[in-house]
């Protein structure tokens, strides 16, 4: 039985603005930048925006996948790469002041390398133009492919973060066929194989018909790989052609799963009804985090 499409009270959030909101918002115009914050319909734009925090779009805004919650547009071949877009967006964040950036891309099945050696010419830049704003990448699966996957391991972002989206039960009802929760996995394993140092992320939506002991099943999964923070979020139907809201989860629940989630040993957990994969408050936490770890490398 699916829910009322009446919002509860802790799902409303108050109108984006702010002057920070305001400048970061007309920038991103002016430079045509597609940031996720405005093309998957984010209720917290203007919160991260306010202090200068903005995840950002490359390679375009058609993905080649057609997962049922999200709301990017889909087809099976996206336009060609601007290969001055890592300049460019390195550029931009320097103008816009960012402290903290997350890049993240729609999937790109179709290119020879899905977009992995485009993920690592714009950290690149990144460090060449903004070498004060910490870098995080959310990237696609890359179909599973080691080597693609090293290509953005060793460009060195500050986190590497990839989404399960779902409990195990639900993926194939969630994402994309050619997506799947090993495979997810898989790829988290692999950057710590890859770079043992490196921070990894992975997100989790709730709201879509998943059981509280299938969440706490998918975090302890996550943790066994050595995930280092984790964010759960409640899903929001982007229009009525995407997958149905089956619940509206109470603050309660988030609180709960955030406890577990301390429990289990993840370094920073967000959750809550409005938390999402790129969400400022996490985001401001694993800054502090990182200049911690650095200081005392230094010192070593």
Same mark, same amino acid.
């Given at each position: 039985?699916?829910?009322?499409n ?45 202090s ?112 399960? +989206? $779902? ?8 994402? !994309?066929? *050619? ?5 997810? /996995? @898989? %790829? ?18 709730v709201?879509?018909? +998943? $059981? ?8 302890? !999964?996550? *943790? ?5 923070? /984790? @964010? %759960? ?22 609180? $709960?799963?955030?406890?577990v ?11 809550g ?12 936490f ?15």
């Amino acid at each position: 039985m699916t829910v009322s499409n009446k919002k509860p009270s802790w799902i409303k959030v108050r109108a984006p603005s702010g002057p920070r909101y305001t400048k970061i918002k007309a920038r991103a115009r002016e430079l045509k930048l597609h940031t996720v914050c405005e093309e998957a319909h984010c209720p917290k734009n203007g919160e991260c925006w306010g202090s200068g925090t903005a995840t950002l779009m490359v390679m375009g805004d058609i993905c080649t996948r057609g997962c049922h919650y999200c709301a990017v547009n889909t087809r099976r071949k996206g336009p060609p790469l601007d290969p001055d877009e890592p300049k460019n967006v390195a550029k931009a964040i320097k103008e816009m002041e960012l402290d903290y950036v997350v890049l993240t891309s729609v999937d790109r099945d179709d290119l020879p390398d899905q977009g992995s050696l485009h993920f690592a010419q714009c950290i690149k830049e990144i460090r060449k133009y903004a070498p004060q704003t910490r870098v995080e990448v959310l990237i696609p699966d890359f179909s599973g492919h080691r080597n693609l996957l090293h290509h953005v391991v060793d460009a060195k972002p500050d986190v590497l973060a990839h989404n399960i +989206e $779902t409990v195990r039960r639900l993926t194939p009802t969630v994402r !994309d066929p *050619r997506s799947g929760y090993d495979q997810s /996995l @898989t %790829l988290l394993q692999r950057v710590k194989e890859r770079n043992p140092n490196m921070m990894t992320k992975s997100s989790i939506m709730v709201g879509v018909g +998943e $059981t509280q002991h299938e969440v706490i099943e998918a975090m302890a !999964d996550l *943790r066994a790989l050595g995930v280092d923070f /984790l @964010t %759960l979020g409640q899903y929001l139907r982007p229009t009525k052609k995407h997958l149905k809201v089956e619940a509206f989860i109470t603050p309660e629940v988030f609180s $709960t799963y955030q406890q577990v989630g301390e429990g289990l040993g993840f370094s920073y957990v967000a959750s809550g009804p409005l938390v999402r994969s790129s969400y400022k408050a996490g985001e401001f936490f694993i800054r502090k985090h990182l200049e911690k770890r650095d200081a005392l490398q230094e010192l070593l």
